[in-house]
Structures are given as C-alpha cells and as structure tokens.
C-alpha cells in the first residue's frame, strides 16, 4: 500500500513537469513557421520573419542592427507585429528624434547570454517559481509561470508571455512574446 502512495505522489509531482516539456517542445516546433536558421544571426532572421518586421525596423532605428548581427550571445524577447500594433505608436518608433527612446525600448527586451527556454526554467525552479534577468539596459525582467505558460514581468509593471521559445541563433535565442515592455519614458 505505501509502494501504491509513494508511486501515486511521485507521478504527481511530474504531471507539471511533463506538461511544461511538452509545452517548450511544442514551441520549438513553432519556430519552423518563423523560419529561423540557427546559422544565421538575431538581425539576419528577424530581418526575414514576416512576424517580425516592426521589430526589425524598430532594430534599425536603434542603430542595433550590427550589434545583433555579429556580437553575442544575446537573448531577445521579440514583440511579434501584432504586438507592436497594439502597444505602441509605430511613427513614434520609427521618428529619428526619438532614436533614444527607442534603444531604451529596444535594449529592454535583450539579456546578454544565451537562455533557453530551459534554463530559464531552471532559474525559476532554483528561485522557487520565480528568477529575475537582468537587460542589457540594466533593468529586471523577473519570470514566472502561469499555469504551462512562462510570463516575463519588468519593473513597469508591464507582462509578455513567451509565445514561441528557442529560435536558436548563431549569437544567441529568440523567444517570441506577446507584447511590448513599454520603459516608462514612451
């Protein structure tokens, strides 16, 4: 009977880490719709996934382009269209008197390093369901989850769920989200 209860709790405790598998598995399957060559660079295939585009010029008006092309490892959280065309005014992004602004903005979606959608489930397991990523800009991303999702959160106060994770790049991972963190300045 107790060999009974100790098998009942351990497949328990790894229904969520199953489930969690399956769910970073099944987003590394989507990444073949964003066409992501892993030989290629952050800019080369932002440049070239049609759900990326805003993000590539808002990257050029940023003057990041090179950057993201050649140094690294870096991580991106990567605001898909849909996101930029709900958050923000795309014009004011796109202004050249606002190239400050812009990095800012930019520069809060990149940690340096290269963290899978693993190892950033890894830090939350060590940080009891919570770790905190610091930006290249120096502000904290902390992440969580909600229920098989990982949800990033800054220190605005603004939320992005990773929607699509582990595009891996030749410096560095894309995970896609669903929004924009918006640094209080825009």
Do not use: W
């Given at each position: 009977?107790?060999?009974?209860?100790s098998l009942l709790i351990v497949v328990l405790l790894?229904?969520?880490?199953l489930c969690i598998s399956q769910k970073v598995s099944?987003?590394?399957?989507?990444?073949?719709?964003?066409?992501?060559?892993?030989?290629?660079?952050?800019?080369?295939?932002?440049?070239?996934?049609?759900?990326?585009?805003?993000?590539?010029?808002?990257?050029?008006?940023?003057?990041?382009?090179?950057?993201?092309?050649?140094?690294?490892?870096?991580?991106?959280?990567?605001?898909?269209?849909?996101?930029?065309?709900?958050?923000?005014?795309?014009?004011?992004l796109l202004d050249p008197t606002h190239k400050k602004?812009?990095?800012?903005?930019?520069?809060?979606?990149?940690?340096?390093?290269?963290?899978?959608?693993?190892?950033?489930?890894?830090?939350?397991?060590?940080?009891?369901?919570?770790?905190?990523?610091?930006?290249?800009?120096?502000?904290?991303?902390?992440?969580?989850?909600?229920?098989?999702?990982?949800?990033?959160?800054?220190?605005?106060?603004?939320?992005?769920?990773?929607?699509?994770?582990?595009?891996?790049?030749?410096?560095?991972?894309?995970?896609?989200?669903?929004?924009?963190?918006?640094?209080?300045?825009?």
């Amino acid at each position: 009977m107790s060999n009974k209860v100790s098998l009942l709790i351990v497949v328990l405790l790894l229904i969520p880490t199953l489930c969690i598998s399956q769910k970073v598995s099944s987003q590394a399957k989507k990444n073949k719709t964003l066409q992501m060559n892993p030989e290629y660079s952050i800019s080369k295939n932002t440049g070239a996934s049609k759900k990326h585009s805003t993000l590539m010029a808002v990257i050029k008006a940023a003057d990041l382009e090179e950057i993201l092309n050649y140094d690294g490892p870096f991580t991106v959280f990567a605001p898909s269209n849909i996101a930029f065309s709900t958050a923000t005014d795309i014009d004011f992004l796109l202004d050249p008197t606002h190239k400050k602004e812009v990095y800012s903005l930019l520069t809060h979606h990149i940690v340096a390093g290269n963290l899978t959608a693993s190892k950033i489930l890894k830090a939350m397991c060590r940080g009891n369901g919570i770790a905190s990523f610091t930006t290249i800009l120096g502000n904290k991303l902390i992440a969580t989850m909600n229920g098989i999702d990982i949800v990033l959160t800054d220190e605005f106060g603004n939320t992005a769920k990773i929607t699509n994770a582990d595009a891996n790049q030749c410096n560095g991972v894309i995970h896609e989200i669903d929004s924009v963190f918006l640094p209080n300045k825009i």
